[in-house]
């Protein structure tokens, strides 16, 4: 499968607790973005890397958010002290920035994991 | 910040019927990229627009960007019921591929 994957695809909660989820990307992709999804709502951007380098995080991103992609390739995403509003679908997206004079930057998105904080 | 809008936010339209989704912005976009969502999925790239002005069209489906580069919008002509889903706008800034900014989509449904 040379699309993006992310795992675990749904993830049950306690409140309090702190929750890691995971995504690899394409893999000639090097730019790597995290987006969050609640009901009704478009995706709202959190993050992105370019290679290992984090170059862009939300206002919306709190304290209690981390992502980190160590090595350019797959990235995670730990949510600290969950709460019930950090329910969500969390997906991952992945482009090619390569060829940068080229203004294709189609996002491949992944299934996303959803979380459920109770 | 920058607001992506999307109207309406939901149609319901019998199959054959046209479908047309609108998308403003509040800031001039660089470009504009349309998603499709279905039902427990994920968004699917349909298009990038970048020219003011910009037309394209994909078999049923034809797409708009404004001249001002802060809207535009999506035409089914006769949809289909595999037409159904949540169709997004999402617009970026500045070219450099960093962001998208969407909007809250429009769901459409179809009756048979």
């Known amino acids: 499968d040379t699309g993006v994957s992310q795992d675990p695809r749904h993830k049950i909660t306690k409140r309090g607790q702190n929750v890691t989820f995971r995504c690899d990307p394409i893999?000639?992709?090097?730019?790597l973005y995290w987006y969050r999804q609640t009901l009704g709502q478009g995706p709202e951007f959190l993050t992105y890397f370019q290679n290992e380098a984090q170059l862009e995080k939300s206002r919306l991103l709190s304290d209690r958010f981390s992502a980190e992609r160590p090595k350019g390739s797959f990235s995670t995403l730990e949510i600290q002290r969950t709460e019930q509003g950090d329910s969500a679908m969390y997906l991952c997206?992945?482009?090619?920035?390569?060829?940068?004079?080229?203004?294709?930057?189609?996002?491949?998105f992944g299934q996303g994991t959803r979380l459920t904080v109770v | 910040g920058q607001q992506v809008m999307q109207i309406p936010q939901y149609q319901h339209v019998q199959e054959g019927e046209d479908f047309t989704t609108y998308c403003n912005s509040s800031?001039?976009?660089?470009?504009i990229q349309w998603y499709k969502q279905r039902p427990g999925g994920h968004p699917v790239f349909l298009i990038q627009?970048?020219?003011?002005?910009e037309v394209k069209k994909q078999k049923r489906l034809t797409f708009q960007f404004g001249e001002a580069k802060k809207n535009s919008s999506l035409h089914i002509t006769a949809t289909q019921t595999t037409d159904v889903g949540t169709y997004f706008c999402?617009?970026?800034?500045?070219?450099?591929?960093?962001?998208?900014?969407f909007g809250g989509g429009t769901r459409l449904m179809v009756k048979p």
């Open positions: 627009l970048v020219k003011s002005g």
């Open positions: 999402a617009g970026e800034v500045n070219n450099a591929g960093n962001m998208l900014t």
């Open positions: 893999s000639e992709h090097n730019r």
């Open positions: 800031t001039t976009l660089s470009n």
């Open positions: 997206a992945s482009t090619n920035h390569i060829l940068t004079l080229v203004l294709d930057t189609e996002a491949f």
